[in-house]
């Protein structure tokens, strides 16, 4: 995800709502096997990885009051939607 031009000063701000949002889902979701926040290659943007136990485990996620509220909060730093990559494991 892209942050807005008008977002760019405030990294820190987004960080911390970013940071809280991996923090709960990693202390709650059994079914989420990886949740992490990098920094992305082109300046200014971010790149969340997850990794899910099966689609129930996606779905759970996604229906979290927090999940809602603070990706709400995060949408107000964003330019435009972010892109989501569906990726399978080689071999499974």
């Not at 987004?14 to 979701?29: G, M, R, S, W, Y």
């Amino acid at each position: 995800m892209e942050l807005s031009q008008r977002s760019r000063s405030r990294t820190a701000e987004f960080e911390k709502i970013a940071t809280e949002l991996v923090n709960k889902v990693n202390e709650n979701e059994k079914g989420c096997l990886l949740y992490q926040l990098y920094y992305g290659e082109v300046p200014n943007t971010y790149v969340f990885m997850e990794r899910y136990a099966d689609q129930a485990a996606v779905e759970a996620h996604r229906s979290t009051e927090y999940f809602k509220t603070l990706g709400r909060a995060m949408a107000e730093f964003m330019d435009g939607k972010p892109t989501i990559q569906r990726l399978k494991q080689v071999g499974a």
